[in-house]
């Protein structure tokens, strides 16, 4: 395969960062996109050289028609899905039905049964599958699986995550609608992968608060997560909130011996060690380009050698995500109904 051609179903800002990255990965090129407006997918056409005759557009139907037609475009060999949240697994089955290898954007599913079903699609398909968890293919990653695997800071003794920022004008966009999974999923999945990617065994939630507000639509929506659960013997504290006044983003791991602090781990570039009683060490570990990078250039590779999963972000690490999350909204208290019909 001597270059791997690109499609694109949606035109927003990640979009737009993906398509940016690939620009910077040898033997790839974007070749088509697709969404509802013709007008935005022409400025992105013009902006990332894709030709014009393969902007694929409608806006009659959500774009519908348009992602058919780039799915069924024989130019194409890969595609990645930059849609609203909930159109994930949708268009994943699709695309992989079609034959197309599939990178999807973070969450690439709203519950464990999608993700089965995603699962069971690429199985079927035989064409390659990868959900976009962009953490997974840094240097920071490597290292931390380092350090716990060399057993020099002893066990895991505990996990503490806190993703916390302010939406702003982001508050009146697609990620707080109740159909798109909310705060839980848009920042939480982050953090949820993290736990997953580094612990094994049964989870029990033990505590799951929620803070609801009104998003989009008029339906109440998750602004705020507090989850304290188990994950084998591990005890783990997620926090997530899209409305703090403090931004925060780090996941700390406390083992036997030490201690492991990732600072921004949604797109991490140094983590600090702290071994025994001695005192802190930062490690700096800068992104390869940007944080699209290495999750593009890991799976440009995987299409070159055949493979149909990666060993780096397997589906068995989607769909045990997704479950950890559907046990997390299973503690939740029951929604609230903010408007009467």
Known sequence: MECIRWGILGAGSIAHRFAAALERVEGAELVA????????????????????????????????????????????????IALPHGLHATWSCRALSAGKAVLCEKPAVLAGAQADEVARAARESGALFMEAMKPRFTPVRSRVHELLDSGELGAVASVDVAHSLDYGELRDSYLLDSDQGGTLYDLGCYGVAWTEDILAGDVAVERAEVRWIEGRGGSSVDIADEVRLRIGDVPVRLDFSGDSQTYKVECRIDCERGTILVPMFHRPSSLVVTRGNGGPMIEDMPLVVDDFYGEIAHFCGLMRSGKSESPIMPLASTVRTAQIIDAIRAAWDPRPVLHQA
């Open 33 to 80: 996109i697709s969404g509802r407006n013709a007008e935005r997918l022409s400025a992105f056409a013009e902006k990332h050289r894709v030709d014009m005759g393969k902007c694929y557009a409608s806006a009659s139907d959500n774009g519908w028609k348009a992602h058919e037609r780039l799915l069924l475009d024989d130019d194409v060999d890969a595609v990645y």
